[in-house]
């Protein structure tokens, strides 16, 4: 569990020193360890996904804003409209 305290100061560290988050996807990725967890190779590539969906959102929001969220709120109202 140290290990991974000690990887997790060190990318907040490096996020805060302006390290961009892709490089630690890229580096973290695809990493294999004996104890696996289900769905991840290991501790290191669990990071890795959770660090690459968070960039996904949250430039979903920075580019596109509320405007994702409100299409996707129109398409359910239609869909609701259609079917009263």
Not at 59 to 69: N, T
């Amino acid at each position: 569990m140290s290990q991974l305290e000690g990887l997790t100061r060190c990318i907040t560290l490096g996020l805060r020193h302006g390290i961009p988050v892709y490089e630690y996807v890229e580096e973290l990725k695809d990493i294999k360890c004996p104890s696996q967890i289900p769905g991840c190779l290991s501790c290191s590539d669990g990071i890795s996904s959770v660090l690459a969906e968070f960039v996904d959102v949250f430039y979903d929001d920075m580019f596109y804003g509320d405007a994702v969220h409100d299409e996707e709120l129109s398409s359910d109202e239609e869909k609701q409209d259609t079917q009263a």
